[in-house]
């Protein structure tokens, strides 16, 4: 476990949630887990799908489809229909974000602007 943990940059505890979750099944040999070339495949995916700001249970269906289609072509037409969701949804986000940037800055500037106004009197 402690090899796996370090290769991907999870904790033991990452890994056992995964696996409690059913995204994971390490094979057990007493208390010791045996995680396959799948599992440490099935992790990236995981860790991936959440740095993009996927949901587990979005994550699961993509693990799902994988395993159901040898070729893949159900996967990734769904995985593209969600890119393409959470694209419009970063860049409705990336839009809010600017026009709140742009405002503090008038406020900052408008602030400034008021104490150099008050301080020449």
């Known amino acids: 476990m ?3 943990a370090r290769q991907l940059g999870v904790t ?3 890994l056992r949630f995964y696996e409690d979750k059913g995204l994971i099944e390490p094979e057990r040999v007493g208390s010791m887990r045996i995680y396959s070339r799948r599992d440490v495949g099935r992790m990236q995916l995981i860790l991936r799908g959440k740095r993009l700001g996927f949901s587990l249970r979005e994550i699961q269906e ?8 040898p070729e893949h072509v159900e ?3 769904r995985l593209a229909g969600r ?9 409705k986000q990336q839009v809010a974000l600017e026009e709140t940037i742009r405002e503090l800055r008038q406020i900052e500037h408008d602030a400034m602007a008021r104490v150099k106004t008050a301080r020449g009197r």
């Open 2 to 4: 402690q090899e796996v």
């Open 12 to 14: 033991h505890r990452a």
């Open 62 to 69: 993509f693990l799902d489809l994988y395993d159901a289609d």
């Open 75 to 77: 996967q990734m037409i």
């Open 83 to 91: 890119v393409r969701e959470r694209l419009l949804d970063l860049e």
